[in-house]
């Protein structure tokens, strides 16, 4: 039985795409499939995919904080400006409604998502640095994510500032620091290392029932809008998420960083954590329920694109020779 769930757990974190895609066209045609996952659960389920997170990070990766900072602080910078930035752009640009500038501003502002470590990785980025950036990022959040919602969409919708503080403190940083712990006290245990294995089917498993639970709730409003609404949508979430990964990398090139680390700030940069904002918005937001839209659409195409650039840059070295990007200069 444990061979099987392993290879499940193997199977969704090399399809996580398809697989999140697959759920959602489901719940398109049969949307009380997920009728279930709102408001307190819909937390849980976060709070659950941050629990694999925290199994999954030893106190090494938390002393590259300490070890790298300045990487750290640039990366953390990027992070909570570039994407932020952009998303207020495209609102004003795209004259957005209220309801889907809250939920692309949203995407925004959350941290960086935890499937950028993956992509860092298949595409030969600094996997340390990546590490680094989605701990920092994530540390940061409950502090800047309502911030920087209070600075961006404080003029379109009243932002429950300290509210915000304390959902994202109990949805990220609780659960991740119960991992951590867990991984301190039992990973020299046999077993524990097996059940990390299983973290990454458990984490694409829960992303999913989230998107399920956004299509579902948004439905009746994508069947009575048309294709239209969501074509526009995906636009302004597609501008967003690739412009992230653009500016990502020019930051990266502006610090002088290596090949590696370019790729790495680039990828972190654009792929947010949308799980959250799709939180967020329903716990937050639940009057413009279209909110959650631009945060759905962000959960399945960010795990697409991102490993759309990771192949991008495979190829890259692939054409140019290279087998390592660390030694490919700067």
């Known amino acids: 039985m444990l061979k099987i769930l392993l290879r499940i757990s193997h199977f969704l974190a090399n399809y996580t795409s398809a697989f999140i895609i697959a759920v959602a066209i489901i719940t ?50 990027a992070q909570f400006i570039i994407m932020p930035g952009i998303a207020y752009t495209l609102v004003h640009v795209f004259h957005l409604s209220a309801p889907l500038a809250i939920g692309i501003l949203l995407v925004g502002c959350c ?6 470590n993956i992509m860092s990785y298949l595409c030969h ?31 379109i919708v009243a932002v429950d500032a300290v509210g915000m503080f304390l959902n994202i403190l109990i949805v ?32 694409v498993t829960c992303l999913a029932f989230i998107v399920g639970g956004v299509i579902s709730t948004v439905h009746d409003d994508l069947v009575s809008r048309g294709f239209l609404l969501f074509i526009w949508t995906f636009a302004v979430v597609f501008c967003h998420n690739s412009l992230g990964y653009l500016l990502g990398w020019f930051a990266g090139r502006l610090a002088h960083f290596n090949v590696a680390k370019k ?62 990007p660390v030694d490919a200069g700067k």
């Not at 701990?135 to 404080?154: D, E, I, R």
């Not at 967020?280 to 759309?308: K, Y």
Request: charged fraction near 10%; hydrophobic fraction near 50%.
């Open 28 to 77: 398109f045609f049969f949307p009380h499939i997920f009728d279930w996952v709102r408001g307190t659960t819909q937390t849980v389920i976060l709070g659950v995919i941050m629990l694999t997170m925290g199994l999954t990070l030893s106190t090494e990766d938390f002393r590259i904080l300490f070890r790298r900072p300045l990487d750290i602080l640039i990366g953390a910078a």
């Open 111 to 116: 941290p960086g998502g935890v499937s950028s």
């Open 125 to 155: 980025g600094d996997v340390a640095f990546s590490v680094g950036m989605t701990c920092a990022s994530t540390l940061l959040a409950p502090v800047m994510t309502p911030f920087l919602m209070k600075l961006t969409a404080g003029q």
């Open 172 to 203: 990220t940083i609780i659960p991740v620091a119960i991992g951590c712990t867990l991984n301190y006290f039992y990973s020299s245990r046999p077993s524990f290392p097996t059940l990390q294995k299983l973290m990454p089917g458990v984490s």
């Open 263 to 324: 790729r790495t700030i680039s990828i972190e940069v654009g792929m947010q954590n949308a799980g959250l904002a799709t939180v967020l918005a329903g716990n937050f937001f639940a009057a413009q329920p279209l909110a959650v839209l631009p945060c759905a659409i962000s959960c399945v195409w960010h795990s697409i694109s991102g490993t759309l650039l990771a192949g991008i840059y495979l190829w890259w070295d692939h054409r140019h020779g290279v087998v390592d």
